[in-house]
């Protein structure tokens, strides 16, 4: 946090330099005043950004037309400045979404802000700043912010009138860009996802982000039970994200997994492509470590996506056990994973394809390709004891293969 509070403030001192005013605003400052770590700074300025940028060759001028920032790179994290909205410092941060992000710091160290931004920073409280249809008419996402607040500033609670105002104003989201939406959610997700989900449900907003998920008490509880505790694991983002979608929503069939269901929200959210595939096969595979031992089909997936993957795997589907049997195939299948796991480091027994080449006469093409699967396969379940005996699993492979699969093999 030194670092990049040393740096905002090295930006502040050349915009004042410069003649101007400028401040750190929003939650950076609340943050500072908690104690929390903070990453990032923003800093308003009463500068036309236009003459901020010869200040600052590193920075990038972004955003449409109107809603400019600066980025500016700082150390360990990255800087914004923007103009004041309204013109002002005091119309900026009457604007602002909530009344704790409604303060900014001087570089002298003044704290400038409301006493009721001061209050509820103090007692944690979260709560509009100024009339809550004015503040979600101008932005009808703050909604979802204010659930992601609640979610990851720790000890901070939403007054019961904030809840309210969402609920009853049933703000637009329609219009709100799907990549906005899925960046709250991402962000909700990452903190407390059982507070995330609880305060969008209190707030009635559940059907309208996540139509179909399982709203029956049990069932809500149980969903916010399992991404707790996957959250106490410190699961990644895309296992957090397939946990949502992995009991059964209102309106799937039997066939339905909930991984399609998995891949177009995230896709619609503008996820990346990478999280998106790995959140919506954890959902289709989530039942693999709670079914009797399938070495073949383990080894398969476990060839595809790669260690980390299986990790998630079984992190994920330990929260789905439920009684002795689930918990003792779990166990079954992650002693037959670790076990693959292990083989798959023993490259001194696995040949290269040249070494298959040279031994077998063959040439190179889709047949040795398909060689080298079949021999990575069976590396990881049985496993071979050493290279000759791999070379003796490919004989039997050649001895038994088609005469049109081995058109590639050249006479010497």
């Not at 009463?46 to 150390?75: C, H, Q, S, T, W």
């Amino acid at each position: 946090m030194t670092n990049v509070l040393s740096g905002a403030l090295d930006v502040l001192r050349r915009l004042e330099e410069a003649g101007y005013e400028a401040v750190l605003v929003g939650g950076m400052v609340r943050d500072l005043l908690c104690g929390f770590p903070a990453a990032d700074a923003d800093i308003a300025s009463n500068i036309p950004l236009a003459d901020a940028v010869p200040l600052f060759p590193a920075g990038r001028l972004l955003g449409p037309e109107g809603m400019k920032v600066l980025l500016l790179p700082i150390e360990q994290g990255h800087c914004e400045v923007f103009s004041y909205s309204g013109g002002s410092l005091k119309d900026d941060l009457s604007r602002r979404d909530f009344t704790v992000n409604a303060l900014a710091l001087r570089r002298t160290g003044e704290v400038v802000g409301s006493r009721r931004s001061m209050a509820d920073v103090a007692s944690r409280v979260l709560r509009f700043n100024g009339p809550a249809r004015e503040r979600l008419s101008e932005d009808p996402l703050r909604a979802l912010r204010l659930a992601r607040f609640a979610a990851v500033l720790p000890g901070f609670v939403p007054v019961s009138e904030s809840a309210a105002a969402c609920r009853e104003a049933r703000p637009s989201l329609e219009k709100c860009a799907p990549e906005r939406v899925g960046r709250e959610i991402r962000l909700g997700l990452e903190g407390n996802p059982r507070v995330f989900l609880e305060m969008i449900r209190e707030c009635g907003l559940l059907e309208f982000f996540f139509p179909g998920m399982p709203s029956r008490a049990f069932d809500f509880s149980r969903l916010c039970r399992i991404l707790e505790g996957l959250a106490q694991e410190g699961a990644d983002l895309e296992v957090r994200a397939a946990a949502l979608f992995s009991l059964p929503w209102g309106g799937s069939s039997r066939s339905d997994d909930g991984s399609s269901a998995a891949g177009a929200a995230l896709t619609a959210w503008k996820w990346p492509d990478r999280a998106a595939s790995d959140a919506a096969e954890l959902v289709r595979q989530r039942r693999l470590p709670l079914a009797s031992p399938d070495p073949e089909r383990m080894a398969a997936l476990f060839e595809a996506r790669g260690t980390h993957f299986m990790d998630s795997l079984f992190l994920l589907s330990r929260q789905f056990c439920v009684g002795e049997p689930h918990f003792r195939r779990w166990s079954e299948n992650r002693a037959l994973y670790v076990s693959m796991a292990v083989r798959a480091l023993r490259e001194d027994v696995l040949p290269t394809g040249r070494e298959i080449m040279n031994r077998f006469s063959l040439a190179p093409g889709p047949f040795l390709g398909k060689l080298l699967g079949a021999v990575k396969l069976q590396g990881l379940h049985p496993g071979f004891a050493s290279k000759e005996e791999a070379f003796g699993f490919i004989e039997n492979l050649l001895r038994h293969s088609s005469s049109p699969d081995l058109s590639c093999r050249t006479d010497r």
